[in-house]
């Protein structure tokens, strides 16, 4: 089993910053997908941002040149999320997400092998 632990959000003021930090413990795989959907209260949960274990990103064009997605270091256990320009529309719980990579409208649609529990943003207008 994989566990997944988030970290980092809270409340800000809209055009503020955060960044969350996601890490990775157990039956871990350094060829694993890593990324971030939130949902929003009475939305369906949507896919923000993923990291593959070569480095290629993806972004949601919601968030597209205001977050983006790292991996700490080349252990590719912990990812971050800095999200930049917050808008008030951000506001959700971010899950974090990890996995095998099957194709990207997979990924998108339905997220992969692994979940956070949450993390709340509270972005304030």
């Known amino acids: 089993q994989v566990q997944l632990v988030e970290s980092g959000g809270g409340l800000v003021q809209a055009g503020g910053s955060l960044r969350l930090s996601c890490t990775a413990s157990?039956?871990?795989?350094?060829?694993?997908?890593m990324g971030w959907f939130r949902q929003a209260p009475a939305k369906e949960r949507e896919f923000v941002a993923a990291?593959?274990?070569?480095?290629?990103?993806?972004y949601a064009d919601s968030v597209k040149g205001r977050f983006t997605i790292s991996f700490r270091d080349n252990a590719k256990n912990t990812v971050y999320l800095q999200m930049n320009s917050l808008k008030p529309e951000d506001t959700a719980v971010y899950y974090c997400?990890?996995?095998?990579?099957?194709?990207?409208?997979?990924?998108?649609?339905?997220?992969?092998?692994?979940w956070g529990i949450g993390t709340l943003v509270t972005v304030s207008s």
């Open positions: 997400n990890a996995g095998r990579f099957v194709t990207l409208a997979t990924m998108k649609n339905y997220g992969m092998d692994y």
């Open positions: 157990g039956r871990t795989s350094s060829s694993y997908t």
């Open positions: 990291i593959s274990w070569t480095g290629v990103t993806y």
